[in-house]
């Protein structure tokens, strides 16, 4: 892992934020991630809370980390994580969620990949590629916030029948909003990757 750069930012764009995977991270750092995203998404209104134990529960994680090469300052700035796969129609698909990032860092840019691009969209994109790697579908359910991040990324609106059926199950167990929401649809944008 690189140092801690005491310059961030260069011409508005982040410069030591480093995106890795969540199983390659060491368990202390691991342990500060599912906690600060527990603490961060019990406090959200849309979002369903993300215990420390689902964190470690996902198939895959993706972070956003400033300080990297230094626990004591390492600084967390985003997280996504995908669920184990299951089977749909005959096709291996995985649930892309629990996507934060930090406030102060929602609109700010990295330079990934030779583009100037927002931190959501590289966890996002990263998240996407990995199953992708492993011929596994990747959908989203999206609250405004997050909808144009998957957008971009080439998910598409799909209604609750081109998912696996549990995830109607987590909707009906887990969201506060279940009983408001058509019968057939789910209070979020469903996104599949196209």
Same mark, same amino acid.
């Given at each position: 892992?690189?140092?801690?750069?005491?310059?961030?930012?260069?011409?508005?764009?982040?410069?030591? /934020?480093?995106?890795?995977?969540?199983?390659?991270?060491?368990?202390?750092?691991?342990?500060?991630?599912?906690?600060?995203?527990?603490?961060?998404?019990?406090?959200?209104?849309?979002?369903?809370?993300?215990? @420390?134990?689902? /964190?470690?529960?996902?198939?895959?994680? !993706?972070?956003?980390?400033?300080?990297?090469?230094?626990?004591?300052?390492?600084?967390?700035?985003?997280?996504?994580?995908? =669920?184990? +796969? &299951?089977?749909? &129609?005959?096709?291996? =698909?995985?649930?892309?969620?629990?996507?934060?990032?930090?406030?102060? $860092?929602?609109?700010?840019?990295?330079?990934?990949?030779?583009?100037?691009?927002?931190? +959501?969209?590289?966890? /996002?994109? =990263?998240?996407?590629?990995?199953?992708?790697?492993?011929?596994?579908? @990747?959908?989203?359910?999206?609250?405004?916030?997050?909808? @144009?991040?998957?957008?971009?990324?080439? $998910?598409?609106?799909?209604?609750?029948?081109?998912?696996? +059926?549990?995830?109607?199950?987590?909707?009906?167990?887990?969201? &506060?909003?279940?009983?408001? !929401?058509? @019968?057939?649809?789910? !209070?979020?944008?469903?996104?599949?990757? &196209?």
């Amino acid at each position: 892992m690189k140092k801690f750069s005491e310059a961030p930012i260069v011409n508005g764009v982040e410069t030591d /934020v480093e995106f890795m995977e969540f199983g390659g991270l060491s368990s202390e750092v691991q342990e500060k991630v599912a906690d600060w995203l527990h603490d961060r998404t019990r406090r959200v209104p849309n979002m369903l809370t993300v215990k @420390p134990e689902d /964190v470690f529960s996902k198939f895959i994680g !993706c972070v956003a980390l400033k300080g990297a090469g230094d626990e004591a300052k390492t600084e967390i700035v985003g997280y996504v994580g995908a =669920m184990e +796969s &299951e089977v749909h &129609e005959g096709q291996e =698909m995985s649930e892309v969620g629990s996507l934060y990032i930090e406030g102060s $860092y929602r609109k700010h840019m990295v330079k990934h990949g030779g583009e100037l691009l927002r931190i +959501s969209r590289v966890l /996002v994109s =990263m998240a996407t590629c990995k199953l992708k790697e492993k011929d596994i579908v @990747p959908y989203a359910f999206c609250n405004p916030a997050s909808e @144009p991040i998957f957008k971009i990324t080439g $998910y598409e609106p799909k209604d609750l029948s081109k998912v696996p +059926s549990s995830a109607k199950v987590l909707c009906e167990t887990s969201c &506060e909003l279940f009983d408001k !929401c058509h @019968p057939d649809r789910c !209070c979020d944008t469903i996104m599949v990757l &196209e």
